[in-house]
């Protein structure tokens, strides 16, 4: 990595912080304009006010918002999320730290996924252009990408618990793992378990957004495969195949790599939809849940965190280009 990119990563780094603080600020005043209260979760009619307001000043609820705001910030700056306010007022850090490997499981196999299918696809609609191939996979990648991703995570789960569905394709329509008989499997099963219940939440999450790199990608390889030194390369007598994947395909894929930042924010919106449609224990479903028990320290820390992912998304897709064109040099 030469220095001139590592003094682009580094700015962009400190421009990153007022960002990072700006989202904190907007997360906390958000969820104090909200009407409800913490307490009101978990204190029945029957608890006296005196209750009331000793939890109130046990959780730092009676002090002034600037106060509350101060303290915040200062926790955050520390690495110090606070303890929840439900759950038996668990760490947030340990709540994120069970949650946070299982949204990061799922958005890198739905990326994977994105891209790849995305890109495969994009690619034949290119070479087969006005084709019976290219009408129909055009038809299709418009239809998916106009589907919501909670409609279409429902209509898999309709679909496969259907009685017309194939036993032999059987798939797991909730949850991370089959809590009746994982832990006795071997460590093969286990890992076969969980890759049989991340195939329809990753279908869910990332297909429609595949459509939309297909689009991307057939518009690429259209402008790319017009050009002369394309034109020179048949004329040298190379393959289609090698005229295609060696020299089209790489240079139709710079501009590609850019949309990887672009993609994360749409799989971390997604991913909090899709979580709580089947029921998978990631961050997705903690930020749902914690939103209507007014949790205010893990929904300040999780969307604090899916900022700061977002933020370095970008980055990596900045850098990643330049991976890509090395003629581009950042100064």
């Known amino acids: ?29 958000l969820l104090h304009l909200a009407p409800g209260d913490p307490t009101a979760t978990y204190l029945t009619d029957n608890v006296s006010p005196e209750v009331v307001e000793q939890t109130r000043e046990r959780l730092g609820l009676d002090q002034p918002l600037p106060v509350q705001y101060a303290r915040w910030v200062t926790s955050f700056a520390t690495g110090d999320f606070g303890r929840s306010y439900v759950g038996g007022e668990s760490e947030v850090a340990e709540l994120i730290g069970a949650a946070l490997p299982n949204t990061l499981l799922l958005g890198l196999v739905s990326l994977v996924i994105i891209f790849v299918v995305g890109c495969w696809i994009g690619v034949i609609q290119a070479v087969r252009q006005y084709g019976i191939s290219d009408t129909t996979l055009t038809i299709g990648s418009l239809a998916l990408y106009s589907m919501p991703g909670f409609w279409l995570g429902l209509m898999l789960q309709i679909a496969v618990s259907s009685s017309w569905w194939p036993d032999a394709l059987a798939l797991p329509v909730s949850g991370m793992i089959d809590v ?22 990753t279908i869910g999450l990332g297909l429609a ?13 259209l402008e790319v495969i017009h050009q002369d030194y394309i034109r020179t390369a048949r004329a040298k007598g190379l393959s289609e195949r090698r005229v295609i994947f060696r020299h089209a395909l790489r240079n139709a894929l710079i501009p590609i790599a850019s949309l990887l930042g672009l993609y994360l924010p749409i799989l971390i919106g997604g991913s909090v939809v899709i979580e709580k449609v ?6 997705g479903m903690l930020l749902y849940d914690s939103v209507y028990a007014r949790d205010y320290p893990v929904v300040m820390a999780v969307t604090f965190l899916f900022g700061a992912i977002v933020v370095a998304g970008n980055l990596i897709s900045d850098l990643l280009y330049a991976a890509v064109d090395p003629r581009i040099r950042y100064e």
């Not at 009746?180 to 219940?197: C, E, I, K, N, P």
Request: proline content about 4%.
């Open 1 to 29: 990595m030469s220095v001139g990119l590592l003094r682009y990563a580094g700015r962009r780094i400190l421009q990153a912080i007022p960002l990072l603080l700006g989202i904190l600020t907007l997360t906390f005043l």
């Open 180 to 201: 009746r008989s994982h832990a006795s499997m071997s460590l093969l099963g286990q890992g076969v378990d969980v890759a049989r219940h991340l195939v329809l939440p």
């Open 209 to 221: 957004s595949a459509a939309g790199i297909a689009r991307y990608m057939r518009g690429e390889m």
């Open 278 to 283: 089947f029921s998978w224990p990631g961050m």
